[in-house]
């Protein structure tokens, strides 16, 4: 009786160790065989021929989402994926993406600057200009951006560690909260909040927004749209 009451004594604590020892479990199952068997061959693959449908074209760039809306055999994987085209001198103005991590591929680019700040909003940014071939990090939820620093324009992809990014656009979110508390926030004057209310860049790229990038490829800049000078 001692001698059994010992010995699952020994196997309850051989397993409890065995247990706080064992790795953590994988984050996400894989998806099942059975789903993916469901799936036709065809839409395995992404063809961007409806580009009315998903494709944000501005006078800066273009992009082209393959996110779960856009391409549903995403579903359960986990990952997404957006194609860009940047022009030169042009901005993908800073924003985040809530629910994912972004990792950026440049297809072709010349000087294509990406930069983010960290959460705190204290440290130092972050801001590296790559070329063809490189790739970039941008850690989940931080603000970030793109900006072409090239006369030529630059394509890269970002895959997303996410099927639903989500993405935030800093300016545009800003513009969506009540007005007191924004313009306390910004340390505006009632007058100028007006004129930044009205003439805040929303597209998603803003075209020639880099002053020194301008002069270089002999384009005309509208890096600065407002003016308060005329206003006091
Ligand atoms: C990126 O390139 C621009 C234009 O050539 C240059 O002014 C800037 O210092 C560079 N920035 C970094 C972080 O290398
Ligand atoms: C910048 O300038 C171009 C060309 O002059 C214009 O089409 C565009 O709307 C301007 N603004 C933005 C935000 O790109």
Known sequence: MARVEQIVLTV???LAVVCAAAPAPAPAAATAESTLASI???QFVYHPTTPALNTAVSGGGSSSQRLLAQWPALKGTGISQTAFNLNPCSLRPPHTHPYASGLLYATSANNLQVGFVMADGTSEPVVNNITTGAS?????GLIHY???LDCQPASYTISYSSEEPETQTVVNGLLGLPRPALQAALGFSSGDFDLWQAQAPTSKFIQVADADCAA???LSSNATVISFSTHN
């Open 146 to 148: 793109q900006l072409n």
């Open 12 to 14: 309850a604590l051989g």
């Open 136 to 140: 970039a990090l941008f850690p989940q």
């Open 216 to 218: 270089r490829c002999g």
């Open 40 to 42: 036709p061959s065809s």
